[in-house]
């Protein structure tokens, strides 16, 4: 592949490769490691003072009439070539001079450079037509580029995606951690391309920063906020060359893609969402593994979580299925988080779209406040949840946990709510009343699990589907109560006699004993199990 500078440029060597160049046999006489210089343009001239015309990033075509007779003045023109910031000086050996001067060589390799001279005549219209053809191809290219990304970018919020993937797209674009934030500094997302195992995550890199401005970085605001002017800044999308540098592209591309951001972000207010969204991805890719512990509490910082020394929490509400729309979200994170802020502790709460639930992890000062703090956030949780309609989510709270261990929490806790989805109502279900019914949960697939629910109640479910009074819900109640059998009467509202001739009943369709301790575990099991295959 021939040498290429940035998009929508060509290099010197790349120029000098060219056809119209390459006939004039070019012999580069000083800076020779200085030809990947990106050429901007084509000029041709003798005038003494040609250096005052130009703007920088030319590749200079000369014979030599400007560059003077004496070696002050070819001094002197050389040195304001190069502070003009040329490319390259190319100068045709024959009508001025046979060989180049040492002064001008020198000067060249002072100054550093690039300087070529051609051994042959060539017509400098035809060198000129030839670069200004690749530049101008080297500029639909890039065009061609920016618009593939702008159209990929476009397709994603068609089938329904957002700003973080929008943000994760061009990430893998630029190869460079992407972020997304206000202008003050706060952090609404980050994202970063695929990299090994070991890289630094875009909030690591954040982290690291700590405020400093990297050079090279690529800043583009969004327009649209609710401030003075039509065009007040509202979010800031920043690159941070700090895998690959950034060319051109990337800027043209930055703003497309912050134009498709703002449409976004103006049509739902969704800055909120969106940062929520982020703090997902990182309870996520901790729960994952994804995410070094020892890592985790600075990039819990830089998401705006202090929860200080004490344990935390893991926490996650979920919830059912299909009950909140992709465009309620928003709304969804709100409600909570307004209602959160009257509990008094420290809490980090993401939004998860594709299994759709809400993790968080709260920050405790001692393991004792585990089920009170538990409770009120919970309470919270379910309040700010029944502001936009969804009803009776399911919410579970891990044990409390260091940093070393919060990831293996979160994980657990988010199982166990998918569990959980199943079973009767309640405040908030403790994660290590769910054991049972986390490991069925993890069984489900298995025709097995369907086929032991169905050899131990199926005969009793035969019956429940035609005759009336259906039995299922006796026996349930009366393990429920562990066999007592004068709580299970008044839970069901009936008599001693009636509750007797019941189970009874279920007895004989089941062929067991249900005084049986064996067969209260397999019944047992076997009841909750059918949450799940059902």
Known sequence: MEPQGPQGTITVERALGLPALRKGLPEVVAGGGLLDRPVRWVHAGESPHIATLLKGGELLLTTGLGLGSRPAEQRGFVRGLAERGIAALVVELGARFAT?????????????????????????????????????????ALLRRVDEVHRRCTEVLLGGGGAPEVLRLFAEFTGNPVFLGTPEGRLLYAAGPAGPPGAAGPLQ????????????ALTTDLPGGSGPGPCAVRTRLTVLPVNAPLAPVHRIAAERTAGLLAVVLLQARQEEELAARGRGDFLCDLAEGRVDPAEAPAQARVLGFRPGSGPLLPMVMRPATGEVPVDSWAAL???????????????LL????????????????????????????????????????????????????????????????????????????????????????????????????AAFVDRVLGPLLTHDEASRPPLLPTLESYLAHAGRKAETARDLHLNRQTLYDRLARISRLLGTDLEDPQVVLSVGLALRARRHVG
Do not use: C, K, M
């Open 100 to 140: 180049l001067p040492a002064a001008v060589v020198d000067t060249a390799r002072a100054y550093g450079l690039p300087l070529v001279q051609l051994h042959r005549e060539v017509p400098f219209v035809a060198v000129t037509e030839e670069i200004h053809t690749e530049l101008v191809n080297e500029h639909y």
């Open 205 to 216: 890199v954040w982290d690291g920063l700590r405020g400093a401005s990297l050079a090279g």
């Open 333 to 347: 994170t709100s409600a909570v988080q307004e209602e959160l802020t009257a509990v008094g502790v420290p809490v």
């Open 350 to 449: 993401g939004v998860r779209l594709p299994e759709g639930r809400i993790p968080l992890l709260v920050g405790l000062r001692e393991e004792a406040e585990r089920s009170p703090v538990a409770g009120r956030v919970a309470g919270a949780l379910r309040a700010g949840a029944e502001r936009v309609g969804v009803r009776r989510p399911v919410v579970v709270a891990g044990a409390a946990t260091a940093w070393t261990a919060a990831g293996a929490g979160l994980r657990h806790a988010a199982e166990a709510a998918t569990a959980a989805q199943g079973l009767p109502d309640r405040p908030w279900h403790d994660v290590r009343r769910l054991d049972v019914d986390v490991l069925l949960w993890r069984l489900r697939a298995q025709g097995d699990l």
